[in-house]
């Protein structure tokens, strides 16, 4: 039982390349988020999916798509990258039911 | 519409010293809160976690909070504490949509020897 994984765990772009952030649980929980992390900003949320084959906005979701492959797979789509988008990222999950989330190791994406 | 703020950015101790993390809600609706843990290079772990009942609540690794109704805190203490204990801890509160989160921007825990 291997919890939220993220792939990669490091990534540097330039400037306008687009790359996908691959995020898997095998917990079989219906709910499941992305997050960045900025210095002094905490988490947040860039997008959720309730359910699979649902999709919602967070607080920062411009420049970012994603897509709820299947109920274990959520990725986050870069399309044309930018410095602002340098962060460290993070997915969760929920079961249903549950109260709490439980996050993956992270990607830490330089935007050059 | 609900929110938390972090009063402290950053606390540091000296091992074996009491330590305690602020943390403040706001809140429209039921106050789900939650306190987690970032160690250097990893995820978050949940350390606790208050949905109703019992103020007092315990976590792992012998941390504690105590919700207050009244003063709209939730604040995370430890008797003593240990170098290892040197993190970065989260505060967050439940939101009313679908489970999502609202975390605290987070306190830097440096215990010294």
């Known amino acids: 039982n291997a919890g939220v994984t993220q792939t990669p765990k490091f990534q540097v772009l330039k400037t306008g390349q687009s790359m996908t952030l691959q995020c898997a649980q095998d917990m079989n929980h219906n709910s499941m988020y992305w997050y960045r992390q900025d210095p002094g900003m905490g988490l947040r949320l860039i997008y959720y999916s309730a359910s699979e084959g649902t999709t919602d906005k967070g607080e920062v979701p411009n420049g970012y798509n994603v897509s709820r492959l299947n109920k274990r797979e959520f990725s986050l789509r870069l399309e044309s990258a930018a410095p602002s988008q340098t962060s460290v990222y993070f997915c969760?999950?929920?079961?249903?039911?549950?109260?709490?989330?439980?996050f993956g190791p992270g990607t830490r994406l330089t935007v050059t | 519409a609900q929110s938390v703020t972090q009063l402290d950015s950053q606390v540091p101790v000296f091992e074996e010293a009491p330590v305690e993390l602020r943390c403040n809600y706001s809140s429209s609706v039921s106050v789900y809160l939650f306190w987690y843990v970032q160690y250097p290079n990893q995820g978050l772990q949940l350390l606790l976690k208050?949905?109703?009942?019992?103020?007092l609540v315990k976590g792992i690794n012998g941390f504690e909070a105590e919700f207050n109704k009244s003063q709209t805190s939730f604040h995370l203490r430890k008797p003593s504490v240990h170098i290892s204990d040197t993190a970065e801890y989260f505060c967050a509160i439940r939101g009313s949509t679908l489970g999502r989160l609202y975390f605290g921007r987070g306190t830097q825990l440096t215990v010294w020897p």
């Open positions: 208050y949905l109703s009942g019992s103020t």
């Open positions: 969760a999950s929920r079961g249903q039911g549950m109260t709490e989330q439980y």
